[in-house]
Structure formats: C-alpha cells, structure tokens
C-alpha cells in the first residue's frame, strides 16, 4: 500500500529565512501531490498542488518541487512569517481516485 | 470565498450511542468525502460519496458508519455506536468535478469525544 513519510516531525525556524519541509512517498504510481497547512483547531488548508508531469511549480511564497525518480516532495516556504507556523501534511493520490493519502506531517515554528 | 462548514465544532457522547455529525459542502461541489485524525497522528480518509452513493471507503468505515446526503446542502456521518477509538476529529470535505487530480476543500472539523 502507499506510504507517505515526513522526514523531520519538528522544524524550527526564524522570522524571515526560508523553510524547506520534506516528504516521502512510496507508491510510484502517485500523480497528484498537494501540500496542505493545518493550524491549531482547525481543517488542513490548501497551500499548492502539483501534477506529476511537473517538477516544479510555484505560488505565493510558496514552492513544490517534485522529484518522481527518488520519490521525494518538498515545500519551500520563503521569508518565513510567524502567520506560518502551523503542521504541513503533503498528500498524494494517483489514478482515478479522488482518495488522498496523507502524511504524519511537520510542525513548523517559526521564532521571532 | 466559499468554505465548507461543520456542525457541531465539538460532540461529546457515551460509549454506545449514536452520533450525526453535520456537513454542508460548497454549493457547487459534487463529490464530498469524511476523514478523521486521531489526536497527534495523520488525516485518515474515511468514504467519499458521489452521486448519493458511496463511491469509496476505507477498512475504518465498517457498519458502525453511514453517510447521507438528506438535502441538496447537507452531508452526514453516523456513528450508530460510538466506542472509545471514535474519539478523534473528523473532517468533512468537497471537491468540484471529483475528477482525478482535484484538490479538496476541508471544513475546520468536528471534535467527537467518547467517553
């Protein structure tokens, strides 16, 4: 079955640098990969998205790189915000199915 | 911007009861789905539901769960009798076409405590 894996349970990062989290994920069949970031008490929030014909894409602040030959997603945050800390799940789906896969997700703190 | 919306934020039951937890996906949305997460651990997927039917679900959604959409706006999860590994937060979401590839809108949860 499908894995996905973050590689650190914990990042702690100052106001300003960039962050970089990280994500495994087992099944190469997987074609649909989206970020999402879930604050305290409330539902994972869409952040990006990325299909596997890509192997980048970019958004506001916000990068998704995907590399298919070793299985590996990542997040690149820029000028971090304290507004970012919160746990970032990726998620992966493939096929006709609309079910996503979730990972153990990475809390982000972020120091003033 | 339009969101889905989860009633009640937090549910509290005895073992053995049965519970409704309440969802309105975004209006023009067509497939709806539920996942739950357990205290510290990852978001689950429990069923998705397409066309007033079940169109997947995991080994988690046994006869104990039910889902039904009884309007055009509201989504349900029965739990007919809760147990103790209930307790968790269980997230209500929807996505547009439910074709492949397509990002799902979660709502901010519902809180079930089974004491």
């Known amino acids: 079955g499908e894995s996905v894996g973050l590689h650190l349970p914990t990042l702690s990062v100052q106001e300003g640098d960039n962050s970089i989290i990280n994500c495994a994920y087992s099944?190469?069949?997987?074609?649909?990969f989206i970020w999402y970031k879930q604050e305290s008490g409330k539902g994972p929030q869409f952040i990006i998205d990325i299909r596997s014909n890509m192997d980048k894409r970019q958004g506001q602040r916000v990068t998704v790189l995907l590399n298919k030959t070793v299985k590996h997603l990542s997040l690149q945050i820029a000028a971090t915000q304290p507004g970012d800390s919160a746990v970032y799940f990726c998620?992966?789906?493939?096929?006709?199915?609309?079910?996503?896969?979730f990972g153990t997700g990475t809390l982000l703190a972020v120091q003033p | 911007e339009p969101e889905v919306t989860q009633t009640p934020s937090h549910q509290v039951t005895q073992m053995g009861q049965e519970v409704i937890l309440r969802c309105v996906p975004i209006?023009?949305?067509?497939?709806f789905y539920w996942y739950r997460q357990i205290l510290g651990q990852k978001v689950e997927f429990l069923v998705s539901f397409y066309n007033n039917e079940i169109s997947e679900k995991s080994e988690i959604f046994d006869d104990q769960f039910s889902v039904e959409r009884p309007d055009g706006s509201n989504f349900t999860l029965k739990i007919r009798s809760t147990k103790l590994e209930d307790s968790a937060m269980y997230f209500c979401?929807?996505?547009?076409?439910?074709?492949?590839?397509?990002?799902?809108?979660f709502g901010s949860g519902t809180q079930l405590s089974v004491l």
């Open positions: 979401a929807s996505s547009g076409t439910g074709l492949a590839n397509e990002k799902l809108f």
């Open positions: 209006s023009n949305h067509l497939y």
């Open positions: 998620a992966v789906t493939w096929g006709a199915t609309n079910k996503l896969i």
């Open positions: 099944n190469s069949a997987s074609d649909y």
